[in-house]
C-alpha cells in the first residue's frame, strides 16, 4: 500500500504509551481455548472480549506522547506514521457520518507493555481493540508480527490498515447506536456478535474502497494510491486468518460454530470486498434477514 506522494498528516491523533507493564494470562484462556487462540479471538473484538477478562493486573507508571507529523513517505516505511496517516483518513472518510466530526472521533492509543483501558488492563496478547466505555482503540504494533509468526498471516500495510479500519468500524457502530441495539454476550454463527463483526469487516472495506478518492482537506492530495491486486489480497488473508473456523481448525482440530464470535473467514472476506466493491453503507446491514 502506498500513501500518495505530496500527502503530509498531521500529528497528534496517535497516543503512544510506554511501561505499563503486561498482564498475565489467565490460566487457560476463554473457555479452555489456550492463549494462542485467545489471541487471534481478541484481534477486532470490537469491545466483545473484556481486556480484564483475560489479562491481570498491569504494572509501572507509564509515559505518554504522541505521534508527531508523518510525511507520505514515512508513512509508508513506519509502522508508527503508517498508524498515524491511516487514522487521519479514516476520519476524513468517515467525518460526514458523525454528527460532530471533531468531537466523535475515537481516540487512537500505540501500547508497548501493556497499558489501562476504559475495558481493564490490556497488554498485545489482547490484540487490537475497541473499547466503548472509553470510545477508544487500543493497539500493540508488535501484534502484527506475532499474527504472522504464529498464525500464518502474510502481513503487509494493506492488512495493518485493515485491522485499524476495522477496530474504527466498531467505534461507528458504537456512536450510531448499533452497538446499543445488538446483544454482544450471544455466540453462534448467526449470533449479533458474529453480525457485529461482519458488519465492521464491510465498513473497513467501504474505506478501502474510497481511500484512494478520498483527498486530505489540508493538502488536496488524495489519501492512497489505487489499491493493487496484490495489496488487496493482502487484507483478505488478514481476514481468513482471523476467521472463527480457521482458529478453531489450527488450535483444536475442528469446527464448532456455536461457539463462533467473529464469523468464518469466507464471511469475513465476503464481507469485506462487499463493502470495497460496492461502496455503500446499505452494502453493510449484516442484521438484515438472510445476509449472512
Known amino acids: ?92 472518510y468517515w467525518a460526514p457520518a458523525l454528527s460532530d466530526a471533531r468531537a466523535d472521533i475515537p481516540e487512537v492509543v500505540s501500547f508497548t507493555d501493556g497499558t489501562a483501558t476504559g475495558c481493564g488492563q490490556a497488554s498485545a496478547a489482547t490484540g487490537p481493540f475497541y473499547c466503548p466505555p472509553d470510545q477508544s482503540i487500543y493497539l500493540d504494533l508488535g501484534f502484527f508480527d506475532t499474527l504472522s509468526s504464529q498464525f500464518g498471516a502474510q502481513g503487509g500495510p494493506l492488512a495493518e490498515m485493515y485491522v485499524v479500519a476495522h477496530e474504527y468500524g466498531h467505534h461507528m457502530q458504537h456512536v450510531t447506536g448499533i452497538f446499543d441495539e445488538a446483544d454482544r454476550s450471544g455466540t453462534g454463527a448467526d449470533s449479533d456478535s458474529v453480525r457485529l463483526e461482519l458488519q465492521a469487516d464491510c465498513y473497513a472495506g467501504l474505506w478501502a474502497g474510497h481511500a ?81
Not at 220 to 239: F, K, N, R
Not at 275 to 291: I, P
Open 1 to 92: 500500500m502506498t500513501f500518495q506522494e505530496g500527502g503530509s498528516f498531521g500529528g497528534g491523533r496517535v497516543r503512544t504509551r510506554s511501561g505499563g507493564g503486561r498482564g498475565a494470562a489467565i490460566g487457560g484462556g476463554i473457555g479452555g481455548v489456550g492463549l494462542l487462540v485467545v489471541l487471534a479471538i481478541a484481534l477486532l473484538s470490537g469491545g466483545n472480549i473484556d481486556p480484564s477478562a483475560l489479562l491481570g493486573g498491569g504494572g509501572g507508571p507509564e509515559q505518554e506522547s504522541t505521534v508527531d507529523e508523518c510525511s507520505a513517505q514515512e508513512a509508508n516505511t513506519d509502522r508508527t506514521c503508517r498508524l498515524s496517516a491511516t487514522v487521519d483518513a479514516l476520519d476524513t
Open 212 to 292: 484512494a478518492t478520498t483527498k486530505d482537506a489540508d493538502t488536496g492530495v488524495t489519501y492512497l494510491e489505487p489499491i493493487s491486486s496484490d495489496e488487496l489480497a493482502q487484507a483478505l488473508d488478514a481476514a481468513a486468518t482471523v476467521g472463527d473456523d480457521h482458529i478453531q481448525e489450527q488450535q483444536q482440530g475442528g469446527v464448532n460454530p456455536d461457539s463462533w464470535t467473529h464469523g468464518s473467514s469466507e464471511q469475513r472476506q465476503r464481507w469485506f470486498t462487499r463493502g470495497y466493491e460496492q461502496g455503500n453503507l446499505a452494502a453493510c446491514d449484516t442484521f438484515a434477514a438472510d445476509s449472512l
